[in-house]
C-alpha cells in the first residue's frame, strides 16, 4: 500500500540552530518568538515580513526587542515598513516563488510525460469531492480526463482530510461559510485564469489569505499594547 503524501507545510532549521552565536544567548520567550514568527511568515507565504499589528497582538515587545538586538549588523529581526523582517528568511525556507516555480515545473513535466505517451494528461491532482462524485462514483471513471486542467467544480465538499489541515493552518477561517464564496468567486473569473490543475492547492492559498484578513481584523480590533515599565519593589535601592 503506497503511504499518503504529507502536504502540510514546514520550517527549516539546521540542526545547530540554537547553537548559533546570536541564537544561543537569547531567552527562552525570544527564542520562541523567533520560530513562531518564522513560521508564521512561512505558513502565509510572506516571505520572512511579519505584520507589525500582528508582532505586537501575538508576541511579548521584550522578546522583540531583544531579537532586534540580538547582533550588532545582523539581528535576527529589523524594522521595516508595516512591521518586521527575519533576517536571511529566503536563504532557509521556502519562498512564494519558490513554490510558485515547482509547483509550474511539475505541471510541465506532468503535461510532457502525458504527450510523450501519446495520451491525455491525467485528472487534476486535487482530493477536492464533489457531490456527483459522491453519488456516481463508475460514471467518475468513465469520463475522460480534462486537457489542461478544469474550472471549478459546483459541488465541492469539504473532506476530513482538509478539516484537518486548516484546524492546523488556518484555524480563524470558517471554511463552511468560506466555500460558496471560493466556489463563486472562481465561477465569476473569466477565461483561462479560472482554470486550473490543482484545485485543492488553489483552494488551500484561497483559505491562507482568508486566514491573513482574519488575523489583521484581531490586530486591528486588539487595544493598544501598553508600552512595558520596569517595576521596582525597592530592594535594588
Same mark, same amino acid.
Request: no cysteine.
Given at each position: 500500500?503506497?503511504?499518503?503524501? @504529507?502536504? *502540510?507545510?514546514?520550517? !527549516?532549521?539546521?540542526?545547530?540552530? $540554537?547553537?548559533?552565536?546570536?541564537? =544561543? ?25 511579519? @505584520?507589525? *499589528?500582528?508582532?505586537? !497582538?501575538?508576541?511579548?515587545?521584550? $522578546?522583540?526587542?531583544?531579537?532586534? =538586538? ?29 513554490i510558485d516555480a515547482k509547483?509550474?515545473?511539475?505541471? $510541465? ?5 502525458a504527450e510523450a505517451r ?97 488575523e489583521r481584523d484581531v ?19
Amino acid at each position: 500500500m503506497t503511504a499518503k503524501k @504529507d502536504r *502540510r507545510l514546514y520550517g !527549516r532549521f539546521t540542526i545547530d540552530f $540554537a547553537d548559533s552565536p546570536k541564537i =544561543a544567548p537569547l531567552s527562552d520567550a525570544a527564542f520562541r518568538t523567533l520560530v513562531e514568527m518564522t513560521l508564521h511568515s512561512r505558513r502565509m507565504l510572506d516571505d520572512g515580513f511579519v @505584520d507589525g *499589528r500582528i508582532a505586537s !497582538r501575538k508576541w511579548r515587545r521584550r $522578546a522583540i526587542d531583544e531579537l532586534l =538586538a540580538n547582533d550588532v549588523t545582523n539581528p535576527s529581526l529589523s524594522i521595516v515598513d508595516r512591521g518586521y523582517m527575519i533576517h536571511d528568511f529566503a536563504e532557509h525556507q521556502q519562498t512564494r516563488a519558490d513554490i510558485d516555480a515547482k509547483r509550474e515545473a511539475g505541471a $510541465a513535466g506532468g503535461r510532457a510525460s502525458a504527450e510523450a505517451r501519446g495520451a491525455a494528461p491525467a485528472e487534476p491532482n486535487s482530493k477536492l469531492i464533489t457531490e456527483s462524485e459522491t453519488k456516481t462514483s463508475s460514471s467518475t471513471k468513465k469520463r475522460a480526463a480534462p486537457e489542461r486542467g478544469t474550472r471549478v467544480p459546483e459541488g465541492l465538499l469539504i473532506t476530513k482530510e482538509m478539516r484537518e489541515w486548516a484546524a492546523s493552518e488556518v484555524p480563524l477561517v470558517d471554511l463552511d461559510k468560506k466555500l460558496p464564496e471560493f466556489i463563486d468567486y472562481w465561477k465569476s473569473v473569466p477565461g483561462t485564469r479560472g482554470v486550473k490543475l490543482d484545485w485543492l492547492a488553489t483552494w488551500k492559498n484561497g483559505m491562507r489569505k482568508q486566514q491573513e484578513f482574519a488575523e489583521r481584523d484581531v490586530a486591528r480590533n486588539a487595544p493598544p499594547a501598553q508600552p512595558y515599565r520596569w517595576q521596582f519593589d525597592g530592594s535594588d535601592e
